[in-house]
Nanobody, 120 residues
């Protein structure tokens, strides 16, 4: 099983920006679909954005126009650039990899999670 290591979370004021990074331990993972999920206490983990091996991207409606997912296959790294952050974006963000499904990923590996807190 591949190991995913996230970084880049933290505390930011509303309207600010953060960039999350996720690096995979296994070479060649750059060909796999990857995604970012988030979870708040008491709620289900939800897909934020996903990117296919070919670079096709997909976002949940609430982050469209504000978040950008990208990948650097040479570094086995996936990024989530988050701009115009809102209080509702506060959550633990998880990187994931797996297979592409109709509306999400069938995840086979999760990162450990990184906290993003947006303050007013």
């Amino acid at each position: 099983q591949v190991q995913l290591v996230e970084s880049g979370g933290g505390l930011v004021q509303a309207g600010g920006s953060l960039r999350l990074s996720c690096t995979a331990s296994r070479l060649g993972l750059g060909t796999n679909p990857m995604g970012w999920y988030r979870q708040t206490p008491g709620k289900q983990r939800e897909l934020v954005a996903r990117i296919s091996s070919g670079g096709y991207t997909d976002y949940r409606d609430s982050v469209k126009g504000r978040f950008t997912i990208s990948r650097d296959n040479t570094k086995n790294t996936c990024y989530l650039q988050m701009n115009s952050l809102e209080l509702e974006d506060t959550a633990v963000y998880y990187c994931a990899t797996g297979t592409w499904s109709a509306r999400s990923l069938t995840v086979n590996s999760w990162g450990q999670g990184t906290q993003v807190t947006v303050s007013s």
